[in-house]
């Protein structure tokens, strides 16, 4: 069996063994005890307990586990490392010694996920793959993928974030443990350019050159957060391998370790709730893989605490709270699980969720995704080549999606069509329409009807600018903004931009959008027609008395409830069909 034969039976077990746990009660010991997700702010939080509760209701999820969602505390964003120890305060206060002796899943999903706007309004965690009946989101497959760990847990937490997935094989004897002092780190072997933008570990010297086993045990020397290729081979992280590395070679190359999850045994829980309470309120984003990382392991130096170049926004207090952390964790061990046969995907932004479920073959047939895992879009099923894909939507007769593109939550009216490289989410699209490649669109619900946005897929929701004389180096749809606001009949200034006090303007708070319409197609009519002008040469005209809104804005008013009634509306509506079907066949 060829190692991707191995990391495919391993994650197909998986899947069927959560698959016979949804819905059902576990036992102590069996699953998790606690399930944690954490939220940006109390709005976040409702959102994501209603679809907690309603995946509950459905027998999405195993029953008898403590499913709770944290929102990190008003004022100053605090990062993911911030939402852990906040999420550690939340639980002692609710559980006290009672954690002594439970497995608590941890897992970061705050954001507004800017590079994956369509995940913005109900979570990133809770993001659609074509998988499973019912349909599996980001939640249920970290659950599946992590299956095996609580029984080969001691007490302590697994900290993971909402836009990854870690597939991986190990022998039929052995399981990943996590029972050592400290924290234990999962690694996956990675090109030095993934070096380059991951965490790094530096081993302990002794390790034998290549890989030797699927599984290997080693204590980490030092950790490197997004290092330079200099300093990996400077640090001794670099590896020799006798094959190629995430690529498929049969040379010699250079790989190193990088990292994806971690545990941390229940006395280390009790030492990050000191720094917590040592810090008091937290003033500026802390991060959970650099910041405590990087104080672990015998070669650990406090240098990192005055590094800020990784850091988005520098506060006065970031290096006072990352030398209190350095000084608390200093001496904690850091062991790491080696995977030697592994995979670690990234579905975080627009290209990266479409490449992995239109283009990349491996992923698809690691996990059996399918182009149309509810089989009423008439399209071609697993395949070798590149595929559109179509999650819980119902798409009409002589509709043409071309290959590349997602569609996800929506109905295609007849003879629709979709370019290549786009994405359809939430939208009900009338009759012989063209959606154009490489674009975004996502319909809302708001109070009074529904209102959809439209971008480009390569565009940067998130690159500010300073001021409106420098709104050129935004693009829109592939546009110098500045044109494409001339096209649209816009007038550049600060007032286009929401909350434009702030003094950064970018296309995540520019008011491009018409309020809302009454029906759902006349929303994504509207704004297609709207957008038509950036290909052409007229300039289209928006009456006067149109209020514009930006995605910010929208979200702000969002309509959860409505949002997930007509998912579910949808979804019953394809099981119906698909049960009608089968009755036939």
Sequence with gaps: MTDAERIRSASRRRLRNFQKLRGKEVTPGEFWDIVVITAADGRQELVFEQQISNKLQSNELPL?????????????????????????HRLEELYEDKLDSFNILLIHAGGYSQRLPSASALGKIFTALPLGIPVYQMLELKLAMYIDFPTHMKPGVLVTCADDIELYS?????????????????????????????????????????????????ACHRFLHKPSVETMQKSGAVCRAGHGVESGGDTEMDFVYTDSVYYFDRPTAKRLLAILGEIGTLGCEIDAYGDFLQALGPGATSDYTKNTANVSQEENQLVAHRQK??????????????????????????????????????????????????????????????????????????????????????????????????????????????????????????????????FGTGDNLKYTVPSPLETHKLRLLGLDFREAAVRLGLKISEHLFSDSGRIRLSLWNVRIFPTPRATAEDSVASVLEMFEALNGKSVHRLPDDVKLLSIEEILQQKDVMRMLNFRKQLTEEINQRRQTREKIN
Excluded at 64 to 85: C, E, Q, W
Excluded at 432 to 449: K, M, Q, R, V, W
Aim: aromatic share 6%; charged share 15%; proline share 6%.
């Design 325 to 454: 952390i350095f000084n608390c964790l200093r001496g904690t061990a850091l062991n790491v699980a080696m995977l030697n046969n592994s995979k670690f995907y990234h579905l975080g932004t627009a290209q990266e969720y479409l490449h992995h479920l239109t283009t990349d073959v491996t992923l698809r047939a690691h996990l059996g995704l399918l182009s149309d895992p509810g089989g009423l879009g008439q399209l071609c099923p697993e395949s070798s080549g590149q595929v559109p894909c179509i999650i819980e939507s119902l798409v009409g007769p002589g509709c043409d999606v071309s290959p590349g593109s997602v569609i996800e939550y929506s109905r295609l009216g007849a003879g629709s069509c979709v370019g290549t490289n786009s994405i359809v989410s939430g939208c009900c699209v009338r009759e012989n329409s063209t959606i154009p490649p490489n674009t975004f669109l996502h319909s809302l619900c708001i109070p009074g009807g529904f209102v959809t946005v439209m």
């Design 64 to 88: 008898g586990v403590r499913y709770h969602v944290f929102a990190d505390p008003l004022g100053p964003k605090i990062g993911n490392g911030g939402s852990t120890l906040h999420a550690l």
């Design 170 to 218: 190990v022998s039929e004897t052995e399981a990943i443990c996590f029972d050592k002092p400290g924290f234990t780190a999962l690694a996956h072997p990675s090109s030095l350019s993934i070096g380059t933008t991951h965490g790094v570990f530096v081993l302990e010297p002794g390790r034998v050159q290549g890989v030797q086993k699927e599984l290997e045990y080693k």
